[in-house]
């Protein structure tokens, strides 16, 4: 199956992930890989910014508030934009944003099945939910690319 090569760095860090993920999945996908391979828990709003078109899960806004240039990450194939762009973003968190640029570093013709950690440097985000709006983030411990890699395979490979 063929994949994308994906360099994920979270912004102001020097925390990187480099992702192999198959070419038919979506972005809410990759949005799930990422959080395993950072360590986020998903408590807030993400977005990808790609080619001037923002992707995001956004059944909360009113159809009229959406950027003109937006996708539903459950309708935008990850190689439809993916095969035409060498880099883009990922925000998680609009309101404190922590910013991830993405970098295409390649193709794996043959490659995962499933999202698969390939390297990675750096620690694992921990992050806590401390109030009905507020989060508390912090550093963890090194990341362990044997657990990412086994916690990717048992969420993407049911």
């Known amino acids: 199956m063929k994949n ?24 809410y996908d990759l949005h799930e890989a990422i959080q395993v391979a950072f360590g986020w828990e998903g408590f807030f709003y993400h977005e990808f910014e790609i080619g001037g078109v923002v992707i995001a899960d956004d059944a909360n806004e009113e159809y009229d508030l959406l950027p003109e240039k937006f996708k539903y990450e459950y309708e935008a194939n990850l190689e439809f934009f993916l095969m035409n762009v060498k880099n883009f973003t990922y925000t998680y968190d609009i309101e404190q944003p922590w910013v991830h640029s993405i970098d295409v570093e390649g193709v794996l013709e043959e490659g995962f099945d499933y999202p698969v950690l390939l390297e990675c440097a750096g620690q694992m985000i921990v992050e806590t939910a401390v109030g009905d709006d507020d989060n508390a983030v912090s550093l963890g411990p090194v990341a362990d690319k044997n657990y990412i890699n086994f916690m990717l395979k048992s969420i993407f490979n049911e």
């Open 4 to 27: 994308y090569v994906l360099k994920v760095k979270l912004n102001n860090t020097q925390i990187t992930r480099t992702l192999a993920i198959p070419a038919d999945y979506g972005f």
